[in-house]
């Protein structure tokens, strides 16, 4: 008989220090901040508090996924499985400061396409690695949930791909804060959305830096 999972779990990693206010996208040593942990613990404890066994555990090789993915360890008593179809995606603007690299005319180029986009891994791309990546831990999880920590971008691609939308948007407008769990189902071979909460929103949490 054919056992899978039964619910899967889109975590946000928490706050990351960033001081300088860069997009920090796969650059390396970019760790959760002191109010991060604070969150990353909250969203493992709503998990934690909805009564459900969690059977696999998957994150993103970035630190600030790992880390986020630690009280999850704690709670649950399972190891992370990481998986690089879970990452940020790339982007042409990575180290700097938005604000800055936007003023100077030369980068312009890199926003002539904003559907794709022309600044990164198309969106196309990063919502098709994301589902391989969610399709596999679910076929291999034989009972129980399904936790994925990953990043905000991959996270919302896969809502407007499950809900039918356009890939095109203003990150600006995003719903995925910090430490946010988004919920699926799968139902015959589609996602299906359930639930989506921000149990660990924090007053004056700084959210810069996502691609």
Do not use: K
Request: hydrophobic residues 40%; aromatic residues 8%.
């Amino acid at each position: 008989m054919r056992v899978s999972a039964d619910r899967l779990h889109l975590v946000r990693h928490g706050e990351v220090h960033n001081p300088d206010h860069v997009l920090y996208g796969r650059l390396p040593n970019f760790r959760l901040s002191a109010d991060g942990r604070v969150m990353a613990r909250r969203a493992a404890e709503y998990v934690h508090g909805l009564g459900r066994p969690v059977g696999a555990l998957v994150c993103s090789p970035l630190q600030r996924t790992r880390e986020s993915a630690e009280p999850f360890t704690e709670l649950f008593g399972i190891e992370p499985r990481v998986d690089e179809r879970v990452i940020e995606p790339t982007n042409v603007f990575e180290g700097r400061r938005m604000s800055r690299a936007l003023r100077n005319p030369l980068n312009w180029r890199h926003l002539v396409r904003p559907s794709v986009p022309s600044w990164g891994e198309p969106y196309a791309q990063v919502a098709a690695r994301m589902d391989d990546a969610m399709t596999e831990a679910w076929n291999l999880t034989a009972a129980g949930d399904v936790v994925v920590v990953s990043h905000q971008l991959p996270i919302w691609v896969t809502h407007l791909a499950v809900a039918g939308l356009p890939f095109r948007h203003d990150p600006r407008s995003r719903r995925c804060g910090l430490s946010s769990v988004t919920s699926f189902e799968r139902r015959g071979e589609r996602w299906v959305e359930i639930d989506y909460v921000e149990p660990a929103s924090l007053s004056g949490a700084v959210d810069v830096g996502a691609v």
